[in-house]
């Protein structure tokens, strides 16, 4: 896509991004959150969401495909177990009929009904085997128990035994928030962190390495703590420093409201070769903002973590055509709308 500063904004080649932090809120998904007096996520209200304004976005940003999962709370809301494993089951059928109505736009990552370990694993394997999702997601913490906790093998086991790819996405802290501090501003970040802490500290990463991770925004704090958590994580248990890096370093990030000129240099020195991924975190971040964060790349890194790495950690993207470029943007907002956050990042 070619943004020129008071001209119309059109697309001059095919979309080619692959987005793996893309969420989906189907109405009846916004309806049970509604009827149990939840109205946002994270500190954020829930965003508007059509799949025809997910594409919309897509062309915005050049997207060819987007992998879509459920956002925080999940299922953990929902506190009869029954209850939980239906909607779960609820949202992922809906995933799999979008993904079919929208061929090569849609992937999704099935949402797991935890923290109840045998009903997530059951579902884990309902939806790879039978469903053909892309991956799970697991939120940081389901109702203050962490990923990394004890009691969590059967799940790891059924994933790993699939080679699963499991997308971390942060919840709220399970404690209370600081005023004037909105979860998804700095919370999110630990949540994240501490997850990830946690898979490397008790030995997940390590006795189920079939499991790829991917850590939302950046990894949270991961890249630029690593070394402090990995000094930690050694004196406690007896284990090299190096290898307790390795293990961070297995770690998948997406770009999601990262790529900023502070924050990607690190996310890049530390990040493996090919375990960055693009991420936009749409519609809880608008189309601008995942413009904005999508520009900090150089041109050399661009077309691996824009596409090339996603397409090595999902083949069957790699297989899947390209679609036509759009015309032109539907809405004068958003064509305004990218033209100020082109003048925004350009140099003064």
């Known amino acids: 896509m070619t943004l020129t500063n008071g001209q119309r904004t059109r697309a001059t080649a095919p979309p080619q991004r692959i987005d793996v932090h893309q969420h989906v809120i189907p109405p009846f998904y916004r309806d049970a959150l509604t009827k149990a007096g939840i109205a946002e996520a994270g500190g954020r209200m829930l965003p508007a969401w059509s799949p025809e304004a997910a594409i919309e976005a897509m062309d915005v940003l050049g997207t060819a495909t987007a992998l879509l999962s459920v956002s925080t709370p999940g299922t953990a809301f929902v506190t009869d177990p029954a209850e939980a494993a239906d909607l779960a089951r609820r949202l992922n059928d809906h995933s799999t009929t979008l993904a079919a109505e929208h061929p090569g736009r849609f992937g999704y990552f099935a949402t797991l009904p935890m923290p109840d370990v045998p009903a997530g694993a059951a579902e884990a394997a309902r939806a790879l085997d039978t469903l053909g999702a892309d991956g799970v997601t697991l939120l940081a913490n389901n109702r203050g128990t962490y990923l990394g906790a004890g009691g969590q093998d059967e799940l790891w086991r059924a994933l790993n035994d699939r080679g699963a790819v499991v997308f971390v996405h942060p919840a709220e802290l399970p404690a209370p928030a600081v005023e004037n501090i909105p979860p ?37 704090f991961v890249p630029y703590a690593s070394h402090r958590m990995g000094v930690t994580i050694a004196a406690d248990t007896g284990r090299s420093p ?107």
């Open 184 to 220: 998804f501003a700095a919370d999110f970040l630990l949540d994240t962190t501490r997850a990830a802490y946690l898979l490397v500290r008790n030995g997940i990463v390590r006795r189920y390495p079939d499991i790829r991770f991917i850590l939302s925004h950046g990894g949270g």
């Open 242 to 348: 190096l290898d307790v890096l390795d293990d961070f370093r297995t770690f998948y990030f997406d770009t999601a409201l990262t790529s900023s000129p502070a924050a990607l240099p690190t996310l890049l020195a530390f990040a493996r070769p090919g375990h960055v991924l693009f991420g936009s975190d749409w519609p809880f971040a608008p189309s601008t903002a995942g413009q904005y964060f999508a520009n900090g790349l150089d041109e050399a890194d661009v077309p691996a973590v824009n596409r090339t790495n996603a397409e090595a950690l999902f083949p069957r993207l790699g297989k899947t055509p390209a679609p036509a470029p759009p015309r032109r943007l539907r809405h004068s907002a958003q064509r305004a709308a990218a033209r100020l956050v082109f003048r925004l990042v350009q140099p003064s």
